[in-house]
């Protein structure tokens, strides 16, 4: 068993267990990363007031710490730090538009807590569970949501979706009316993750890039396969940032159950019989 899968399951924040003593930070090499390349640049400073009013030095914070310790950690390429406020706290506090006020929030394949933990700092009134499998990586999203002050709000869940949908030691299932994910898998394979996540009428908003019409043609015969309804395609944030944030929607209109495996009896129908 490797070490990115020896305590699956360990939730920290409000109602979890802390998933234990986190690994010594990386050694840094070379030099250390500059943190003021992830200042925001002035021409962007309207659409991020608009998208995270009074919690704009929160964000701040956050873009900070990509740039620093996400970058020394292997989360964020050193060449993203200085588009952290454009390609991605932006673009993903522009999802928020499509969340209900005081939604249940699950993130799968947080990653570095995109889109989820920006969610959290845009949104107080979200209750958000990071989903996230390698221990690295909810490493450094627990000492985030702890140094950011957002405990209250945001738990981190070490796992995979199915382990998160079907409960596992020390927790039981998670379930959400919001599911949202970010460049984790073609849309088949992430609503066959999500869905499952979801409450039944709750919606799987999926952050998607130009392909996504594409995307929704090829794969919604296997969404509704899986109890989805008709994908939708939205543009978020049209007016504050450009180009706007794209997601898929998938409401969760029915539950199937996975397919069963075939007994050792049918398998073998054409054996002798005892």
């Not at 956050?62 to 996400?70: F, I, Q, R, S, V």
């Not at 454009?86 to 990653?111: F, K, Q, W, Y």
């Not at 898998?185 to 952050?207: E, K, Y």
Request: charged residues 20%.
């Amino acid at each position: 068993m490797n070490r990115d899968d020896s305590t699956a399951g360990a939730v920290s924040g409000p109602g979890g267990m802390p998933p234990g003593p986190s690994p010594v930070r990386a050694e840094r090499s070379g030099q250390a990363p500059d943190p003021t390349v992830a200042a925001l640049p002035p021409e962007l400073a309207g659409a991020a007031r608009t998208l995270f009013g009074d919690r704009l030095d929160l964000a701040a914070a956050y873009a900070e710490l990509l740039a620093t310790d996400g970058v020394v950690r292997g989360l964020i390429g050193p060449r993203e730090a200085p588009r952290i406020w454009d390609r991605h706290l932006l673009n993903c506090a522009a999802v928020a538009e499509r969340i209900p006020e005081g939604s249940t929030v699950l993130d799968v394949g947080s990653g570095a807590g995109l889109p989820g933990l920006v969610l959290a700092i845009a949104r107080p009134d979200l209750t958000v569970t990071l989903v996230e499998p390698l221990a690295r990586r909810t490493s450094f999203l627990v000492e985030a949501v702890e140094g950011l002050g957002l405990t209250k709000t945001v738990r981190v869940f070490r796992g995979r979706a199915e382990e998160a949908a079907t409960g596992s030691t020390g927790t039981g299932p998670l379930s959400g009316g919001i599911v949202t994910a970010r460049a984790v898998a073609p849309l088949d394979r992430l609503a066959a993750w999500c869905l499952p996540l979801a409450v039944p009428g709750g919606r799987l908003v999926a952050m998607k890039g130009a392909s996504a019409a594409d995307e929704v043609a090829e794969h919604a015969e296997a969404v509704a396969g899986l109890g989805g309804g008709e994908p939708s395609v939205h543009r978020c944030g049209v007016g504050v940032i450009d180009p706007p944030a794209t997601v898929v929607e998938i409401v969760r209109e029915r539950i199937v159950a996975p397919p069963r495996a075939r007994s050792a009896s049918k398998r073998s129908r054409g054996g002798r019989r005892r």
